[in-house]
């Protein structure tokens, strides 16, 4: 796991000061603290931090092929790098390092831009390939690894593992992108397709993009996609089969590393599973590691406890407090956009806590997207099906009404809160979608922002990129439109986005064998009732792993990292709220009705709503703004 930065000059090939290279790569030192290197040539300059996984003596970046004609920066691993080297080697390639990062090297003089089809791993890469002037950067089919990139007036091209790579260049300038806080404020991330700062983009997972020379800016060019069009064939015993077996594929192909190597465990399925087959590939105890907080109904560590004795594991647990904002400063650094996903606190803690005994640790993060594990995929199947049972002529005023005359009681059961459940059922299901996964609703954000933001919005919403996303999908049901979206958009924004930041903060290799492409690809072809049956998620799944796990895990309801960012602002951070609310980096924007604001602030603290989350969101863009803008 490594940094990368660079500059590339489209137009000519004007010398390249490394120094300029040197300090963005430095800005992205928590990446790589084991060493670094710059490479420059007319025209382009490459950077690279290391954090040293595997061939820890010869496999230092950048990374020059023999000849001297290409040049590689990588971040990431490519885990079937062995068979790709046997498979090049019968080609007549000659190899001088037993690391993955050369396998690039060769790879793209046999195949060119398609090498990339050829790796099985999570990886960002820039290659510059000196005969033809042009500089290849790649991403992973999934979008585990960043690449960030943008273009200056005079024609050169920065990018870099992060946007803090991209920002350290001195002649880079920062304006605020208006519709990347629109989607934020609506989903709590800043998407793949969007960012905090203007002119900035992000290379989309499975994606590559060429840039050459005296050539006009390409679009990046997709080389995979998931599809959810057919439909796997056999029993469900022989699917059950077929499962285990890419999943033990899965986890010991992310096993081979130089350094101490371990694991993530919640005492959930996802990570359970995991462990399970480490321990079952492993010929000593996996270490594992697990926190828990000194609240009780927030705390999982019984159930990691309880996985942890039945594999052996060599297991270490910290609790840590329920109220651990202290982390809010450092999350803004780490993650340079603002992020309101608070599931970040204690993602950075069981990193922080990982990374005292081991350099690698494998994650259960991609199965909830795989096999519709999230509640919201069961309970967008259920009105799905039920908006089918009436044209959205009728619809969209019959449910819109009773919606809006039904009280709003987020205090009751479920079964209570019919005002959502009649609202979505007035929706169009990628409307309705939009809505279940977003955090603060069109309504509440048209009253957020200024009458300047809604000009400068030009009719830009957040939800109509689900919208898009789901009409668009190779899918045959509604459950696969929204799994692809969420593929396509919730998972690199926020899960990937999340374990990244908060891994390579303390410089830890996160590694995700669930998100292995393959066994995506077969979660896809699943039949719906495979994936969710009777209101439950992950069925095929849960059924192939009670081989190795209890039901008291599998069936268990899912907690996840919660925190209670509610009660939060109703005591420990009740002066950061009125701060915001009185005068702040928002206010200063414009882009903000801060009475509404200080509504929802004054509302909150009386117990008069419950506007936790929308509040956090707040108070993680306010610091965000300050440290990209100096506002506030």
Same mark, same amino acid.
């Given at each position: ?90 080609? &007549? ?108 983009? @992000? ?80 010929? @000593? ?31 270490? $647990? ?63 199947? &259920? ?30 059961? =479920? ?54 996303? $789901? ?15 969420? $593929? ?101 924007? &414009? ?28 108070? $993680?863009?306010? =610091? ?9």
């Amino acid at each position: 796991m490594c940094g990368i930065a660079g500059i590339f000059h489209r137009q000519t090939a004007k010398p390249v000061d490394p120094a300029r290279v040197r300090v963005m790569t430095d800005a992205m030192v928590h990446r790589g603290p084991d060493g670094s290197g710059i490479w420059t040539a007319p025209g382009v300059g490459l950077g690279h931090r290391r954090l040293a996984i595997i061939d820890l003596s010869t496999g230092d970046q950048p990374m020059t092929s023999a000849d001297g004609g290409l040049t590689v920066v990588f971040n990431g691993e490519i885990y079937n790098f062995r068979d790709v080297r046997r498979q090049l080697e019968a080609s &007549g390639a000659v190899f001088r390092t037993n690391s993955d990062t050369e396998v690039i090297l060769h790879g793209w003089r046999k195949w060119g831009p398609d090498c990339v089809s050829h790796f099985d791993g999570m990886f960002a890469f820039a290659l510059y390939d000196q005969a033809s002037g042009a500089l290849f950067l790649a991403r992973d089919r999934l979008g585990v690894k960043p690449l960030f990139y943008s273009e200056l007036s005079d024609g050169c091209v920065l990018f870099a593992s992060e946007l803090k790579g991209i920002t350290a260049h001195p002649l880079f300038r920062r304006a605020p992108e208006v519709t990347a806080i629109e989607d934020y404020m609506a989903y709590g991330y800043v998407p793949d397709d969007n960012c905090l700062l203007a002119g900035v983009k @992000k290379l989309p997972a499975g994606h590559h993009l060429t840039l050459r020379r005296g050539q006009a800016f390409p679009q990046p060019v997709q080389y995979w996609d998931i599809s959810f069009a057919d439909r796997a064939r056999g029993s469900a015993a022989q699917l059950e089969e077929e499962l285990v077996d890419l999943m033990r594929k899965a986890v010991t192909s992310r096993m081979i590393a130089d350094v101490p190597l371990g694991a993530f465990l919640s005492g959930g399925v996802d990570s359970s599973a995991v462990v399970a087959m480490m321990a079952e590939a492993s010929s @000593k105890a996996v270490a594992t590691c697990s926190i828990g907080f000194d609240q009780s109904d927030h705390d999982e560590t019984r159930y990691a406890a309880l996985v942890a004795e039945r594999f052996a594991t060599d297991h270490r $647990m910290r609790i840590v407090a329920a109220d651990d904002f202290s982390l809010i400063d450092r999350l803004v650094d780490a993650f340079d956009e603002p992020f309101a996903d608070a599931s970040a606190l204690p993602t950075y803690r069981v990193c922080e806590l990982a990374r005292e005994t081991v350099t690698v640790a494998l994650s259960g993060d991609g199965a909830d997207e795989a096999f519709g594990g999230y509640r919201r995929h069961a309970f967008f199947l &259920g009105e799905s099906r039920a908006r089918g049972l009436l044209p959205i002529g009728l619809r969209r005023p019959l449910f819109g009404a009773l919606g809006n005359v039904y009280p709003k009681m987020d205090w009751a059961p =479920r079964p209570l809160r019919f005002k959502t459940t009649f609202q979505a059922l007035g929706l169009s299901d990628g409307e309705a979608y939009a809505d279940a996964v977003g955090v603060t609703t069109a309504r509440m954000r048209k009253r957020l922002f200024s009458a300047d933001a809604h000009r400068e919005l030009a009719g830009h919403r957040a939800e109509d990129r689900y919208v898009r996303t $789901m009409e668009s999908a190779p899918a045959r049901d509604p459950l696969d439109r929204a799994q692809y979206a969420d $593929m396509k958009i919730w998972l690199p924004g926020d899960i990937l986005t999340k374990v990244d930041r908060a891994s390579m903060a303390v410089s830890l290799e996160a590694r995700e064998p669930l998100l292995d492409h393959r066994l995506m690809e077969f979660a896809a072809r699943l039949p719906v009732n495979l994936r969710v049956r009777r209101g439950t998620g992950k069925y095929l799944m849960k059924r192939a792993m009670r081989r190795f796990l209890p039901d008291e895990i599998l069936y268990r309801r899912k907690m996840g990292f919660v925190t209670p960012i509610s009660g939060w602002f109703r005591g420990s951070l009740a002066g950061e709220a009125q701060a915001i609310a009185q005068g702040s980096a928002l206010a200063e924007t &414009g882009l903000f009705d801060m009475e509404v604001v200080r509504r929802l602030v004054t509302d909150h603290q009386r117990g008069l709503a419950d506007n936790g989350r929308t509040l956090w969101q707040l108070l $993680m863009l306010d =610091r965000s703004l300050k440290k990209q803008f100096g506002l506030g």
